[in-house]
């Protein structure tokens, strides 16, 4: 969101607020809104202006956001990501988001890190460049019976699976500054960038509900519609499919920064780890009916896809094209780094993204 034209910043009271068109437009006081005054309103658009310099000068942002938040700290050079809501604007996790990061954690347990090989993700050559997919490896997963090329949705294992929405109380959200965390030759410094993001907040709790239609899903599997997988047997198994798949990247993570411990990095950096110390420490111990996953903005490239291309059954040559295509870059500016060299944080060091799910019974 850019600021003055989606949001609004109120220096003063210290607020962020979500710009409401229809409130705007009765706070201007006119029966019939004028087109000078769209006009107007279209100038301070154009020229970055906040419209507050349009509207009478009692009005607040109170009365023409959806939304007000308040903030300790803001980057006033930033714009403002914001945080899903419903149409009530209580914050949500959507089910989409934790059945995305369950289905991660399947593949990971069904697609090992070296068995990809070329002929898995290449696709084929379009004006003259190489193609990567992962459409055979869906399939593989998830829905091995389908004649389609990337499988199909009546044949897919995790159609049996049911997750809602995860709805929030409006004020378990906030606003963070979202900093960036990047390797330079130094070490880590955190970059003049950075921005602002709605999120909800450290230690917030709210209820949703997730289960397994067992009886479809062992009707599809006596008729030879889908594959048997184990972990979409019952919840439990998927918990654990979760944690393990949670633990093999915290992990991998602390690996990929173990060398540069010693270097001279910014003391943000110090916080970031020790903080996911402390969540290992919690996926090692979670009991079964507990799963730690991580999801939504600021997850990373690791998180996101566990690593699959690191497989040795692919050359170098081929693997460096496969480089090129997930990057998208073309100055060449990461050719020596594998992954994006960067980590998002919010305040104090704390990581993005992660979220403890408890089941409890009916």
């Known amino acids: ?18 710009l409401d068109h229809r409130k705007v437009m009765d706070a201007f006081g006119e029966e019939e809104v004028s087109r000078e005054t ?16 349009l509207l009478p000068s009692d009005i607040k942002i109170d009365q023409i956001c959806k939304r007000v938040r308040k903030y300790n700290t803001i980057s006033f050079r930033g714009g403002l990501r914001e945080q899903m809501h419903d149409t009530r ?8 988001s934790i059945k995305g990061s369950v289905r991660t ?16 993700v290449f696709s084929g050559m379009k004006r003259g460049q190489k193609q990567y997919k992962d459409d055979k490896l869906i399939k593989k997963v998830f829905s091995p019976y389908s004649r389609r090329r990337g499988g199909d949705p009546n044949k897919d294992i995790l159609r049996f699976l049911q997750i809602t929405d995860v709805v929030f109380d409006p004020d378990q ?20 960038f950075d921005e602002n993001g709605e999120c909800i907040v450290k230690g917030a709790v709210a209820l949703g509900r997730i289960r397994i239609d067992e009886r479809s899903l062992q009707n599809n599997i006596d008729k030879g519609y889908v594959k048997m997988r184990s972990p979409v047997r019952s919840v439990e198994d998927l918990f654990d499919a979760c944690n393990r798949y949670t633990a093999k990247m915290l992990d991998l993570e602390l690996d990929f920064f173990r060398e540069d411990r010693e270097l ?65 870059d073309g100055r060449g500016r990461y050719e020596y780094y594998p992954y994006i060299k960067s980590r998002k ?8 993204g992660f979220v403890k799910l408890k089941l409890l019974s009916e």
């Open 1 to 18: 969101m850019k600021r003055d034209v989606e949001f609004l910043v109120s220096d003063k009271d210290k607020k962020i607020g979500i």
């Open 89 to 96: 604007n209580n914050p949500i996790i959507p089910g989409s």
């Open 345 to 352: 944080i919010a305040s104090a060091g704390s990581p993005l």
């Open 105 to 120: 954690a399947i593949w990971d347990r069904y697609v090992k890190d070296d068995s990809v090989t070329h002929d898995d």
């Open 264 to 328: 001279n990095n910014d003391p943000a950096l110090d916080k970031y780890l020790n903080i996911i110390l402390s969540i290992v420490n919690e996926v090692e111990n979670a009991p079964r009916n507990t799963c730690i996953l991580r999801m939504g903005h600021g997850t990373g490239y690791r998180f996101m896809t566990g690593n699959k291309i690191n497989s040795k059954k692919i050359k170098t040559c081929e693997f460096n094209e496969l480089l090129k295509v997930i990057r998208k």
């Open 173 to 192: 959200a906030s606003c963070e500054v979202f900093k960036i965390l990047s390797e330079r030759n130094e070490g880590w410094k955190l970059k003049r």
């Open 38 to 53: 769209i006009n107007k309103w279209v100038n301070a658009i154009d020229q970055q202006k906040s419209i507050l310099s």
